[in-house]
Nanobody
Framework: QVQLVESGGGLVQAGGSLRLSCAAF????????MGWYRQAPGKQRELVAS???????NYADSVKGRFTISRDNAKNTVYLQMGSLKPEDTAVYFC???????????????WGQGTQVTVSS
């Protein structure tokens, strides 16, 4: 079983900062990419940022230069440092990990329960 525990969401004024954390617990053979997605009301879930085990990163154009993703492989934790927040960043943010439970199995995606980020204008 794999469990993702998220923290760090909340309410912040435009221009402010927040830091999200997501720790993965359980047993697996290989942990690959970790990332953050978000879903605003009435919109589809979208990728915010992802980071590979090698630490190569990928960002949505809308957050480049404002958000930074990082990971601590020893703690199986991924972080999202969000700065210069805008009202349009308001959404539920979901942690995602891609991992292989056992040798011979395929890599699968696991999701956190989501944490609300609200940016007031």
């Amino acid at each position: 079983q794999v469990q993702l525990v998220e923290s760090g969401g909340g309410l912040v004024q435009a221009g402010g900062s927040l830091r999200l954390s997501c720790a993965a617990f359980g047993n697996w053979f290989s942990l690959n990419t970790m990332g953050w997605y978000r879903q605003a009301p009435g919109k589809q879930r979208e990728l915010v940022a992802s980071i590979a085990f090698s630490s190569s990163t990928n960002y949505a154009d809308s957050v480049k230069g404002r958000f930074t993703i990082s990971r601590d492989n020893a703690k199986n934790t991924v972080y999202l440092q969000m700065g210069s927040l805008k009202p349009e960043d308001t959404a539920v943010y979901f942690c995602n990990v891609n991992l292989k439970r056992r040798i011979g199995m395929l890599y699968q995606d696991y999701w956190g329960q989501g944490t609300q980020v609200t940016v007031s204008s």
